[in-house]
Structures are given as C-alpha cells and as structure tokens.
C-alpha cells in the first residue's frame, strides 16, 4: 500500500511537472519574420540607425549599411564630422519630400566626406516608400551630402499599372499601395535608410509654406545628425 501511495504521489508530480514544462513554451514568443523588403522591417538590436534633430522635433531613421555601404559610408563620415549640424532643410514640398544637406542653399551645394562624387547604389529591394531616405545626385550623376526623405503620397492607379507594366515585383507594388510614396525617383537616387519614428514631423515640414524655391518661410534647423547603434531602449 504504501509503495503504491508513493508511486502515485510521484506520478502526479511528473504531471505537474509536465504541464509547467507544456506552459512555459506557449509562453514563448514564435521567431520575428523578416520581410524581403527591409524598409518594412522594424530595427533589430545592432542595426545603424541615424537620428536627425530638428527645431520641429526628431527623426529617426535604420541605416543600410550592408546594401548601400558606399552611400552609408559617406554619409556616417559626414554626420560624425558634424557636417549637417546647423544646416537648414532648404527644400520642403508637400507630398513629395524634404531636402537638406547644403551648406549654400541654393540646390547644388555640398561635398562628400573625401571629395570625391559617390556612385549611385541602386537595389530593386530599395524603394522611395513613404519614409525613404535618398542621396540626392548631382548633374555628374553622383552623390555628395544633400538627401532627401520621402514625405509620402498616395500612389494613382496610373502609377500602379506603368510599374506593373515596367515588371516591378509584386510585393514592391503592394507595398506602394500600402505606406505611398514616389515611384517616379525610383532608379534615379539611391535609397540607403527608411524612417522608423517620426514621420509626422517629416510630413510637418514638408507642408510649411515655403517661398517660390521651395524654401521654408521659416528657417527648419538641423541642431545634430548622430549616429549610433539601435537597442531595444531606443
């Protein structure tokens, strides 16, 4: 009787235990999916991440250092030299983008890090989705400082079917139709970052009212470009 007892007490036990074991792993979270398209992920731990303070508030954005790494390259030297500190948005159009990174203000100022023009870094997992970050290009087709970020529009029907026509990959497509954005730069400009936070005050000044060359009214400063590492602190 009492081996019985015992045995039983131990049965129960291993049950107990079992069920603990059993809710433990429907506590676990399934592994992050990935999507192809990066500019729909969020950051992970360890990503490049660059964080633009304005007077209008701060954006920030994941870097594609490892699809872009010529572009990533200068501009993380520029941004680490200062560069961009104090500089002015000098170009704000309602859905379409923000433009900063000349010094002259006039459109067609402004250096790479070493002097020398940056080639233009296409990739077809790259697009100007809403919250792109592009290297504007100079008229010898190469990047030097300025960049632009895409501050978003619905994309027409028309858009649509000329990329269908054009043989844009599906998921591009939809995702066009999902967050908008400006298919026409696509090719044209390299895209090297997407934003993640603050979006909003990418959109607000892109809809100051701004002068006859696209210049806010009201001077958009850029107090610091950083650089860091993303942690799940942010």
């Not at 992050?32 to 731990?45: D, G």
């Not at 895409?150 to 079917?161: K, N, P, R, T």
Request: proline share 4%.
């Amino acid at each position: 009787m009492m081996k019985k007892r015992v045995l039983t007490i131990l049965l129960l036990l291993v049950m107990v235990l079992s069920l603990g074991s059993c809710g433990k792993k429907e506590e676990e979270s399934p592994p992050q999916v990935r999507n192809p398209l990066p500019q729909l992920n969020t950051p992970s731990v360890g990503d490049t991440i660059v964080t633009i303070t304005t007077n209008k508030g701060t954006i920030r954005a994941i870097l594609f250092d490892k699809i872009t790494p010529q572009t990533v390259t200068n501009f993380v030297k520029l941004a680490d030299s200062g560069y961009y500190d104090g500089m002015v948005i000098h170009k704000a159009i309602a859905d379409f983008v923000i433009q900063m990174g000349d010094p002259t203000l006039e459109g067609n100022g402004g250096d790479s890090f070493n002097g020398v023009g940056i080639p233009l870094e296409y990739d077809d997992i790259l697009h100007n989705f809403t919250g792109a970050l592009g290297m504007a290009a100079g008229s010898d087709g190469l990047a030097y400082s300025q960049f632009y970020i895409v501050a978003g529009s619905e994309v027409s029907d028309e858009y649509i079917d000329a990329m269908k026509s054009a043989g844009y990959a599906a998921n591009v497509i939809e995702a066009y139709k999902e967050l908008g954005g400006q298919p026409s730069l696509d090719y044209e400009y390299t895209i090297f970052g997407q934003v993640f936070e603050g979006l909003d005050i990418v959109q607000e000044i892109a809809n100051s009212k701004t002068d006859k060359w696209n210049r806010p009214k009201k001077d958009v400063t850029v107090s610091s470009v950083s650089i860091s590492s993303y942690s799940n602190e942010g």
